[in-house]
């Protein structure tokens, strides 16, 4: 993982930034462990990431602890959890794409120990 990434802050996003293009995404994936690319609807690009847990509990509050950070950076996932296990999938909606925001919270949902 890389601590760049975690030493930034996701700045507030309106729209009219260029999302970033396949090469880009590559060169930041590789700062982030274990997150997969998908492509959406439209093109849209993803960062998508499963998380494994013993209980519902244990996945209950990995994602409470998502949802506290993703408040402080001003950047929200797409969340789904049940018994075992927490998906996340992160873009930026405003711009139809991956930006660094999306991999800045990445990094950070990585550092969330529960």
């Known amino acids: 993982m890389s601590e760049d990434l975690l030493s930034k802050k996701c700045a507030p996003c309106e729209g009219g930034v260029i999302p970033f293009d396949i090469s880009e995404i590559h060169k930041y994936q590789k ?54 296990y927490a998906e996340i999938r992160i873009t930026t909606h405003a711009i139809k794409g991956l930006s660094e925001n999306d991999f800045i919270l990445a990094a950070k949902i990585d550092k969330i120990n529960v």
């Open 31 to 84: 700062k982030v462990d274990g997150w997969d690319i998908s492509e959406g609807d439209e093109k849209i690009f993803f960062l998508c990431k499963k998380f494994k847990f013993e209980n519902f509990l244990k996945s209950q509050e990995f994602v409470n602890e998502v949802g506290k950070v993703s408040e402080d950076e001003g950047h929200h996932p797409e969340i789904s959890f049940g018994w075992g």
